[in-house]
């Protein structure tokens, strides 16, 4: 398959989990941990333990550079963004381990619309970008596996 249909199937698997997410996020704060993130990203605060610094600064940068639509849409929003990025590296992963570019697409957009990913990509979720971690360093082991030898570094 060319590189240009690759190229095309890895930016659907983002685009179009995105903006399906996007149009769907919650706009209103919402309830328990998912209220408790919202307040602390907001305020710059640290919520319960473990207190999630890096989700909390990277949210605060996030939910104050982006100038418009509610505060808990904003904050919502970057969960969505991180979702759609596991999806377009599942689909990298896919096709690295040599999985056609359409089956890889396919894949990533099962898991996208599957009930427990696309609830979690609608809210404010400390799971979320611990999956877009999780889902770059999985790649990057992948790469290295093939061949990659500075995939390693990129993981750790």
């Not at 209220?35 to 207190?51: F, R």
Request: hydrophobic letters at 55%; charged letters at 10%.
């Amino acid at each position: 398959m060319s590189l240009r249909i690759a190229r095309t199937c890895l930016a659907l698997s983002f685009v179009v989990p995105f903006v399906v997410y996007i149009a769907s996020v919650e706009s209103g704060p919402s309830q328990w941990d998912t209220a408790e993130i919202q307040t602390c990203i907001w305020v710059l605060g640290i919520p319960h333990p473990t207190g999630f610094p890096l989700y909390i600064i990277g949210g605060w940068i996030w939910a104050h550079v982006i100038p418009f639509g509610t505060i808990a849409w904003r904050i919502n929003s970057l969960s969505s963004v991180l979702m759609a990025g596991v999806c377009a590296a599942i689909c990298a992963t896919a096709m690295r381990l040599g999985a056609n570019a359409i089956v890889s697409l396919a894949g990533a957009l099962t898991f996208a619309f599957g009930q427990v990913v696309w609830s979690k990509a609608l809210i404010a979720d400390v799971h979320v970008p611990v999956t877009f971690f999780l889902s770059l360093v999985v790649y990057f082991v992948v790469c290295a596996a093939t061949g990659d030898r500075t995939a390693l570094l990129k993981a750790a």
